[in-house]
């Protein structure tokens, strides 16, 4: 069926079963699928659609630009980047006068000051910040946590890894993928204590699971953050 709200129009697929309730879902190609009770008239279902309307649409978005892949970004004032979970613009400020490049979070933008007005200066202005943040941040992870552990971490690095978003070796060594600093505060901490657990079990049986979870209960929900919304972490 296609409906048209608001101005903007959608096609979907209804499917009637034996339940009580309306059911919205969206899979991973954006694909609309409405699932009703037998008997639901099409007003009741297109009201449901249309009280849903704002969520349909923001869930419709993500799932074509996580399709199409992380698009360049432009290095200059309003464009955006992920800091903690949420998008913020940045402003770029020109002083010839500071000794290093840096960037300050404002609250509401990401403020980046460079001695030249260069492309690659504002990137590299912007990772130096995320790997401050994202050592800042991990380290009160790691002692925020210690107590659920008898062993401590020997060291901790930053890194620009492509393959993971941090390892524990058996040594108990930690490193952590600076991109982290992008994610919302709890999508940081269960890698945290991800790799914390590790320091316990090496592999990923079920005695490191329920390890996991007896201290982060909800620790799928931020794995499934990563899964659905990683791709969206780059500078």
């Known amino acids: 069926m296609i409906h048209t709200y608001s101005g903007q129009t959608i096609s979907f697929q209804i499917t009637y079963k034996k339940r009580t309730s309306i059911a919205i879902s969206i899979d991973f190609y954006g694909n609309i699928e409405v699932q009703a009770p037998k008997g639901t008239s099409d007003e009741r279902v297109l009201k449901v659609l249309e009280d849903k309307w704002e969520w349909i649409m923001k869930q419709s978005k993500e799932r074509k630009e996580r399709l199409e892949g992380p698009q360049k970004k432009a290095y200059e004032n309003e464009e955006r980047f992920l800091y903690l979970g949420a998008e913020y613009p940045i402003q770029v400020y020109h002083d010839s006068t500071i000794t290093q490049d840096h960037v300050v ?61 941090g390892t524990c070796d058996s040594r108990q060594q930690l490193t952590f993928n ?58």
Request: aromatic share 12%; net charge positive; with cysteine.
């Open 178 to 235: 600076w991109r982290l600093a992008m994610a919302p505060l709890e999508v940081l901490e269960y890698v945290v204590v991800h790799e914390m657990c590790h320091m316990v079990h090496l592999n990923h049986d079920r005695s490191f699971w329920r390890l996991v979870g007896k201290i982060l209960p909800d620790y799928k929900e931020q794995e499934n953050w990563l899964a659905l919304s990683s791709w969206k972490m780059t500078v």
């Open 105 to 165: 979070f404002q609250g509401e933008r990401l403020q980046i000051y460079v001695k030249q007005l260069e492309e690659e200066r504002i990137k590299q202005a912007l990772k130096r910040f995320y790997y401050q943040q994202c050592k800042a941040l991990v380290e009160k992870s790691i002692k925020n946590y210690q107590s659920n552990f008898k062993i401590k971490p020997r060291s901790l690095k930053i890194t620009d890894s492509r393959a993971n978003w």
